[in-house]
């Protein structure tokens, strides 16, 4: 494994043929390593920055703590849109690692062994002029449908001897997002400084997506949390749900015709920028700014750190 330099930031560059697991913990200017013999089937390492567990399966996808704890989901504000209410509260009795980066062309290539956009031939959008370079670029995300996204988890367990990689839920998707915030945006009220986090309808670039993680990261290292590309997650979508959804892990209602995505993209208005915003979309739907990304549930209590990540 390797530790190169990022815009500033440590980032980590991974050998698809590591056998061992390999765990770095960063103090400072020192660098400790030690390996070890046995780890949880899909997972090979773990890097330890800024008091956050960083987990990196054997394609290099890298995952962040997401600690216990417990929120207020939603929104209660007069101005919000009746889908974000009633604001709820949420516990999460367990830890989960959430993928960094959405999932990219170069994961998706990867795992299911062509590109995602050969399913989709016929939609007039991939036929624009520089388009091409978008739906072939290894780092943009994998724009799909929540069909094909399910595809990608089964593969993925498959490929990693594992049954713990998934879709997030809502309630997680929208807890990593907030990482500990109470106000509108992760960052604050203000949304003036969105174009520090993402890319979005007012700032993106030739109409399209753009490569993961050149923004920078919420509280707790996620990356194109806002923009980029709207985010699957495993809920079907009911307006009813939150005035009945359970307080301890819910996880969505028990049917319905659409599925709930979250987080904005890249020609999102700014309705679509804030953490507790949702929409609806047939699970067979394939958009050009809907991709995903993957949850990791596989470790041993005894492994994780039971602590916050530090704020950023």
């Known amino acids: 494994m390797m ?4 815009k500033g930031k440590e980032m980590v560059k991974n050998r698809r043929n590591i ?7 960063l103090k400072g200017i020192g660098l400790f390593l030690f390996l070890s013999g046995s780890a949880s089937a899909g997972l090979t390492e773990s890097i330890q920055v800024n008091n956050q567990q960083i987990y990196v399966n054997s394609l290099g996808m890298r995952f962040v703590t997401i600690p216990v704890g417990q929120f207020l989901m939603g929104s209660s504000d007069a101005t919000s849109d009746s889908r974000e209410k009633p604001q709820h509260s949420v516990i999460f009795s367990h830890d989960f690692f959430m993928g960094q980066f959405e999932v990219t062309q170069a994961d998706w290539l990867a795992v299911i062994g062509e590109n995602p956009y050969v399913r989709d ?3 007039p959008y991939y036929l624009l002029p ?5 739906i072939t670029h290894p780092d943009h995300p994998a724009t799909v449908s929540w069909q094909d996204a399910m595809e990608f988890i089964e593969k993925l367990n498959q490929r990693e001897g594992t049954t713990s990689y998934r ?8 807890y990593a997002a907030r990482a500990g915030s109470t106000t509108r945006y992760f960052f604050g009220d203000d949304a003036s400084a969105l174009d520090n986090y993402a890319w979005h309808g007012e700032n993106f670039i030739s109409g399209g997506t753009h490569p993961v993680g050149m923004k920078k990261p919420n509280p707790w290292g996620l990356y194109d949390i806002y923009g980029n590309a709207w985010e699957w997650v495993s809920d079907y979508y009911n307006t009813r749900y ?3 959804s359970p307080e301890h892990n819910p996880q969505g209602p028990d049917g319905g015709t659409e599925r709930v995505v979250r987080g904005g993209s890249w020609h999102s208005t700014s309705d679509g920028w804030h953490s507790a915003w949702r929409k609806p979309y047939p699970e067979d739907y394939r958009g050009i700014s809907i991709g995903f990304r993957v949850v990791y549930t596989g470790l041993p209590e005894s492994s994780l750190s039971h602590q916050r990540p530090q704020q950023r």
């Not at 056998?19 to 913990?25: L, R």
């Not at 879709?167 to 929208?174: I, S």
Request: charged fraction near 25%; avoid cysteine.
């Open 19 to 25: 056998s061992v697991p390999i765990i770095i913990i």
């Open 121 to 123: 031939r016929s939609n």
């Open 130 to 134: 520089g388009m091409a370079d978008r």
């Open 167 to 174: 879709l997030p839920t809502e309630a997680e998707w929208e």
């Open 242 to 244: 939150y005035a009945q």
């Open 3 to 6: 530790l190169t330099k990022h």
